[in-house]
């Protein structure tokens, strides 16, 4: 059986400190706290010892989760788990550290998500760069059911945990799931949205932009990383910052390929 390392914090609690832990796998935000979920080894532990550790498990996760997931709103879309399918748009099993819509930077590119598709009618294709639950490319397709967008996660809990979140909304003939890595990629999609730690943003971002047609998606930012980000990306140049958009630490930022 799977376990982890879990630790509990009140909400407001900052959580950067935990970015830079090598085995830092996610966080949630759950009514009054905050739960952070780490890989179980020594070096973590070392790492956390001046926290409360709890080890879960498979079935505490799930349990913890039925206990704790309420269903979130996020522009028109309202997100919920299996158990309360008939009570929203978007069905998302909960899985170990990837998207359910509770943190804030998948709530603030699931907001730029919505805003270019209501914005711009001709977007067709999508590119979801760290898919994690798969998230943000199912809310596009059912925001617009004639796009097909491409999730890729090199993740393979992540992969498992998005094709079945795909099967539960119906949505497998306009979404093509991928463990490849995003450098594999040709072509040009009209969205690129990428939802991962900004160490994993600078990485990616020469094939990010490479990518990118129209419209360019950013969120797991740190707002204190926010003066140096675009330069960092190289976006400058290449495209317009039409929007960023801020919650507690985090930032999110919508770009515009210029013309």
């Keep these: 059986m799977n376990q982890w390392y879990q630790i509990v914090l009140p909400k407001d609690s900052s959580t950067d400190r935990f970015l830079g832990i090598d085995g830092f796998l996610g966080s949630e ?8 979920y780490f890989e179980k080894n020594e070096k973590v532990k070392e790492q956390l010892k001046e926290f409360n550790i709890s080890i879960i498990s498979d079935g505490d996760w799930k349990e913890t989760w039925r206990e704790y997931f309420v269903p979130v709103k996020i522009g028109s879309l309202t997100v919920v788990p299996p158990w309360k399918k008939d009570e929203g748009d978007i069905i998302i099993n909960p899985a170990r550290g990837f998207g359910t819509g509770h943190h804030e930077t998948t709530r603030l590119a699931l907001g730029f998500v919505e805003k270019v598709l209501k914005k711009d009618n001709a977007i067709d294709t999508i590119f979801d760069a760290g898919t994690g639950s798969g998230i943000l490319a199912i809310a596009a397709v059912k925001l617009k059911n004639s796009i097909h967008a491409t999730a890729v996660d090199n993740d393979t809990d992540a992969i498992e945990n998005a094709a079945e979140n795909i099967e539960l909304n119906n949505v497998q003939d306009s979404i093509t799931l991928s463990s490849d890595p995003v450098f ?15 160490s994993v943003l600078y990485f990616l971002s020469d094939d990010l932009k490479r990518l990118t047609s129209k419209w360019l998606v950013l969120s797991g930012v740190l707002e204190s990383e926010s003066p140096v980000f675009m330069q960092r990306m190289g976006l400058d140049e290449e495209f317009e910052l039409v929007e960023k958009t801020n919650e507690n630490e985090w930032s999110g930022y919508l770009l515009k390929r210029r013309k």
């Design 29 to 36: 935000e759950k009514e009054n706290i905050t739960i952070l």
């Design 184 to 198: 594999k990629f040709e072509g040009k999609y009209d969205l690129v949205i990428a939802n991962i730690i900004s």
